[in-house]
């Protein structure tokens, strides 16, 4: 499986609360719709709790400020993927997904990583539970 994590700042005339308000409420549903034509097998948001909450992990690690959220995809595949954007379905939906993330996320300020899982504690099968659901 292939993952995509996604560490996502809102723009700054949101509030955490609207960000991921929208995040679940209009784009996750947008994700869903394009699921088939991008070949995504599964997508989990990650919702970061208040700063608060962050404060003292944050200090003990001397970290940066921490980000909104989390957005993660899974493929099958790098092959899977690497089809899905070959066709113009494909492109055509990571160009509307990418629209839509414009009103709402601070690209330039967010983080993307590509690559592969290794499971060290979990199910014990090799891949994230609810793969394909």
């Known amino acids: 499986m292939l993952k995509l994590s996604f560490a996502l700042r809102r723009l700054p005339h949101l509030s955490r609360e609207a ?10 549903p947008l994700v869903a719709r394009h699921r088939e034509a991008l070949r ?3 997508h989990v ?3 970061a709790l208040a700063p608060e909450a962050h404060a003292a992990l944050r200090e003990s690690r001397g970290a940066p400020e921490e980000y909104d959220g989390v957005a993660e995809l899974w493929w099958r595949s790098a ?5 899905a954007v070959a066709t113009e379905a494909g492109r055509r939906a990571a160009r509307e997904l990418l629209e839509d993330e ?4 601070d690209l330039a300020r967010s983080s ?6 290794h499971e060290i504690l979990g199910s014990g099968r090799g891949a994230p539970a ?4």
């Open 19 to 28: 960000f991921q308000s929208y995040w679940r409420e209009t784009h996750a």
């Open 112 to 117: 993307l990583s590509l690559g592969v899982e």
């Open 130 to 133: 609810g793969a394909g659901a």
């Open 102 to 105: 414009r009103r709402f996320i």
């Open 79 to 83: 092959e899977d993927l690497a089809a």
């Open 40 to 42: 995504i097998a599964r």
């Open 45 to 47: 948001q990650l919702h």
